[in-house]
């Protein structure tokens, strides 16, 4: 919605979720253990010209962390 408001069109986003570990700095924000591991997520945005127009990356306590989606074939309707 946000991006919309600002009259940026989305043509395609690229997320990757995966493991990583701790190192001292995300440890003490996430209040972990040095070498903990750790959920990663980077999401990059994409224009229609194919231009990067967001990027996401981001570091999750796997115990405080749940990952959902929603999938539809090509062309089906969401419920």
């Known amino acids: 919605r946000l991006f ?4 940026i069109t989305l043509a395609q986003v690229e ?3 995966s493991a990583a570990l701790a190192d ?17 997520l980077e999401r990059l945005s994409y ?3 194919g ?11 796997p115990d405080r962390f749940r990952y959902q989606m929603t999938l539809s074939p090509d062309g089906a309707e969401p419920r």
Request: hydrophobic share 45%.
């Open 24 to 40: 001292a700095t995300l440890a003490a924000r996430l209040d972990v253990a040095v070498g903990s591991a750790l959920l990663t």
């Open 47 to 49: 224009d229609p010209e």
């Open 15 to 17: 997320q990757t979720l």
């Open 51 to 61: 231009r990067l127009v967001d990027l996401l990356q981001i570091h999750y306590r």
């Open 4 to 7: 919309h408001r600002c009259g």
